[in-house]
Antibody, heavy 115, light 111 residues
Framework: EVQLVESGGGLVQPGGSLRLSCAASGFSFSSSAMGWVRQAPGKGLEWVSL??????YYTDSVKGRFTLSRDNSKNTLHLQMNSLRAEDTAVYYCAKFGNYCFDSWGQGTLVTVSS | QSALTQPASVSGSPGQSITISCTGT?????????VSWYQQYPGKAPKLMIS???NRPSWVPNRFSGSKSGNTASLTISGLQAEDEADYYCCSFTGSTIRYVFGTGTKVTVL
């Protein structure tokens, strides 16, 4: 059974940083593309970032501020978020990516950017 | 990249069929057969319901089906059940650079 467990969310001031992690199990992590999708309070889903074997991709609003990486030895995905803004406030979902869709999701971790 | 357009709400009685539309452009929905659909209950994570326009994962009841015509994709729920009351989102691959765009979301109400 695929399991994705996010951690690292919390309250941070504007301009601050947070590092989200996603612990994966139940599938071949090293050979799977992975991504993050966020959902602002009361709003819809927004794709944030994707990583496959060799490349990373970002939505325009986070380019240059967020960095996605993976540690295949620990089956863990990381999202380093810098220069955070109020509009980054959201629940961040880690998702396994396959066949051009997000086929498994974690429970999400809340990031709140506020002074 | 603007979000794909979905109706804010759709409703139906138990046993009826409803269809949720998802309208994009030739750069996303119309340009690729990579449209997926997700179901989300309040406070819960989304769940994949349809991939590649019309492929249904093993865990999805065959009451759910997907299709596409031009720049508009659709999700149809046949034989609507109370448990289908949830939010639904479409998603499409888009553009020359690898990226994805979600729809605005549709709240399905079972009357």
């Amino acid at each position: 059974e695929v399991q994705l467990v996010e951690s690292g969310g919390g309250l941070v001031q504007p301009g601050g940083s947070l590092r989200l992690s996603c612990a994966a199990s139940g599938f071949s992590f090293s050979s799977s593309a992975m991504g993050w999708v966020r959902q602002a309070p009361g709003k819809g889903l927004e794709w944030v970032s994707l990583i496959n074997a060799g490349n990373t991709y970002y939505t325009d609003s986070v380019k240059g501020r967020f960095t996605l990486s993976r540690d295949n030895s620990k089956n863990t995905l990381h999202l380093q978020m810098n220069s955070l803004r109020a509009e980054d406030t959201a629940v961040y979902y880690c998702a396994k990516f396959g066949n051009y869709c997000f086929d498994s999701w974690g429970q999400g971790t809340l990031v709140t950017v506020s002074s | 990249q603007s979000a794909l357009t979905q109706p804010a709400s759709v409703s139906g009685s138990p046993g009826q069929s409803i269809t949720i539309s998802c309208t994009g452009t030739s750069s996303d929905v119309g340009g690729y057969n990579y449209v997926s659909w997700y179901q989300q209950y309040p406070g819960k994570a989304p769940k994949l319901m349809i991939s590649d326009v019309s492929n249904r994962p093993s865990w999805v009841p065959n009451r759910f089906s997907g299709s596409k015509s031009g720049n508009t994709a659709s999700l149809t729920i046949s034989g609507l059940q109370a448990e289908d009351e949830a939010d639904y989102y479409c998603c499409s691959f888009t553009g020359s650079t690898i990226r994805y765009v979600f729809g605005t979301g549709t709240k399905v109400t079972v009357l």
